[in-house]
């Protein structure tokens, strides 16, 4: 089993920055893909970001040159960087952690950008 605990959410301004961080621990040896996810109130959830255990990342569009993923392997936390925060960027972000057969959630830290 993997736990994630995610931290860093609170509530900034436009044009502002977070830094979300997510924990892993259990078996995460076995973990090859971690991802952020976000969803606000009335939306399905949105993936946003995307990193490999080979350090291959992606993003959603509406995110790419204003949020960065990164790994600290000895840490067992990934993070997201969010720069030039909109109010549309507001929402519920969680990641998720994938082995071969498994996913793993954590609980989401909840981010908001007021105009």
């Known amino acids: 089993q993997v736990q994630l605990v995610e931290s860093g959410g609170g509530t900034v301004q436009a044009g502002g920055s977070l830094r979300l961080s997510c924990v892993a621990s259990?078996?995460?040896?076995?973990?090859?893909?971690m991802r952020w996810y976000r969803q606000a109130p009335g939306h399905e959830r949105e993936l946003v970001a995307t990193?490999?255990?080979?350090?291959?990342?992606n993003y959603a569009d509406s995110v790419k040159g204003r949020f960065t993923i990164s790994g600290d392997t000895a840490k067992n936390t990934v993070f997201l960087q969010m720069n030039s925060l909109k109010p549309e960027d507001s929402g519920l972000y969680s990641c998720?952690?994938?082995?071969?057969?498994?996913?793993?959630w954590g609980h989401g830290t909840q981010v908001t950008v007021s105009s």
């Open positions: 998720k952690a994938e082995d071969r057969i498994f996913h793993h």
């Open positions: 259990g078996n995460t040896f076995s973990i090859n893909v």
């Open positions: 990193i490999t255990s080979t350090g291959t990342t």
